[in-house]
């Protein structure tokens, strides 16, 4: 069992590595690529903003209320913003992109899959790597970043109301604290985690959808699956992006 699931571990690499090397040879199907990045952002758009405001909220109301008990309120601005540019951003919209887009480019290429459409497309000579892979991949990557953003201003609009409106905090004193303790790096970590984590939804979404087993059951197994697998490396890869950063960028006026 360990060695099918070191084999599967090492095939899903192999598939990133061709996907990444295939991004870079033409022809690009761009007409795909449009289609899937117009799919993709018309369906997390809406739910990523509607979650990223109670998020903030729930941020800022918890790090306010533990500033207070320490006696350093004016510091809840700039540890809820950078909570939320560098944590819960890049991980809202992973969460929404694997869970939304990622299941739906499972399926679809599950069934293709099933319906032997890929071995026709290699019969006549089309990698479907470079021709349904690549271009949802990237689309995955596009609108993770582009949604990071949004939920960035978003989740940080909703937590400087509800600290001021509903915990007494003051307008000045929120952004203060946030000029004091965020710097640029801040928000490169944060788009580059949302670049990445878009890739591997997509990629592994992609892996699970080429290999279906049992038939139209067999590809609503490995959705489920691709949302699960995808879940699990997000959270870890976070926490090792997490500490590596941590070490090497030294903290603003450290």
Do not use: H
């Not at 590595?17 to 369906?43: D, K, L, N, S, Y």
């Not at 729930?58 to 700039?78: D, Y």
């Not at 197994?221 to 926490?239: C, E, H, K, R, Y």
């Amino acid at each position: 069992m360990a060695a099918g699931a070191l084999r599967q571990t090492g095939r899903l690499f192999a598939l990133g590595a061709t996907v990444f090397g295939q991004m870079w040879r033409r022809p690009f199907q761009v007409r795909e690529f449009v289609e899937q990045f117009w799919f993709i952002a018309g369906v997390t758009i809406l739910p990523t903003a509607f979650v990223s405001i109670p998020f903030g909220a729930v941020i800022s109301l918890q790090v306010g209320s533990l500033t207070q008990q320490l006696g350093a309120q004016s510091f809840t601005g700039g540890a809820s913003v950078l909570a939320v540019i560098q944590q819960a951003s890049p991980m809202i919209v992973a969460l929404l992109v694997s869970g939304v887009a990622g299941s739906a480019i499972c399926a679809d290429i599950g069934s293709r899959k099933t319906r032997e459409e890929l071995d026709a497309m290699e019969v006549l000579g089309v990698s479907p790597i470079q021709r349904l892979i690549v271009p949802r991949v990237l689309a995955c990557v596009a609108v993770a970043f582009l949604l990071n953003g949004l939920v960035s201003v978003v989740g940080v609009g909703g937590g400087y109301f509800f600290n001021v409106m509903m915990q007494g905090g003051t307008p000045g004193a929120y952004l203060a604290s946030f000029s004091a303790l965020a710097q640029l790096p801040d928000l490169y970590i944060g788009e580059f985690k949302a670049i990445l984590f878009g890739f591997i939804a997509g990629v592994v979404a992609a892996y699970r959808g080429l290999n279906p087993r049992g038939g139209p059951k067999g590809v609503g197994d490995v959705v489920n699956q691709a949302v699960v697998i995808t879940f699990v490396m997000l959270f870890s890869v976070n926490l090792v992006i997490t500490g590596i950063y941590l070490q090497i960028v030294p903290p603003k006026g450290g």
